[in-house]
């Protein structure tokens, strides 16, 4: 239902992909009745079918299993996962909840305060928590300069929102990697995929914000590969040439081991 929602909703889709037109005049909608919504799922199942067709390996579906939460507070034991491969949300601070509206909309239906919550309640989130609270956070040296760096920049809002904003990723952020220790089994696997960015011309080294975050909950790098990114949003934007001429961010997968040190129940 997703893929079929986006693929129909592709004119509607700017230059900059994580929004969606929403103000469309009448004779602009799309109107699909339930016959061809039906339609175009089973055609899409079918051509899923054949590729899974084509596959040669075993799929247990009994070991599989959802388990719906969030990565700050796992419904996870201690030590019971071998392994977590994740992409958290960047820190360049895209509305994912405007990103994924379609994919809401087809979750909650026109319903537009419960969208509005779940929008309020991801990771990365543009809106500011009425009740965030400010204190020193364990996030190593390279993370607490990027945030000094951004409350005395000197540009509007840098020490009131933006400051806010990033310190509340980081804050979640720092949340998710210590849930993320304490379900991991000793030895067991973390990897995830993250990318730079930057605040005006300040440089957000995630990776390495991310490496120091884990290394405090006892999660040791011992893989990284670099690559370009094909798409940047930073580019899309004309008021970020203010800063920087052009944006070439680097995404990264890391790949860490928990240790066998400071293993507690």
Known sequence: MFNVVRNKLNKFIPSNPTWIKSKIAPHEKIYLSNREIKTLIIEYLNEKLLIAQERTYHIDLDKAKIIHGTASNLPLNNHSVDAIITSPPYCTRIDYGIATLPELSVLVGDKPQQVDLIRRSLTGRTTIDKNLSLHPLNIGKTGNLFLKSVMNHHSRASATYYYKNYYQYFSEITKTIEEIARVLKVNGIFGCVVQDSFYKE????????????????????????????RNNMANIHKHAKKYRKKTIATESVLVFQKGVNNVTN
Do not use: P
């Not at 995630?206 to 893989?223: G, H, R, W």
């Open 202 to 229: 300040i440089y957000c080294d995630l990776s390495t914000i991310i490496k120091d975050i884990a290394s405090m909950n006892d999660l040791c790098l011992v893989s990284r590969h670099d690559f370009t990114s």
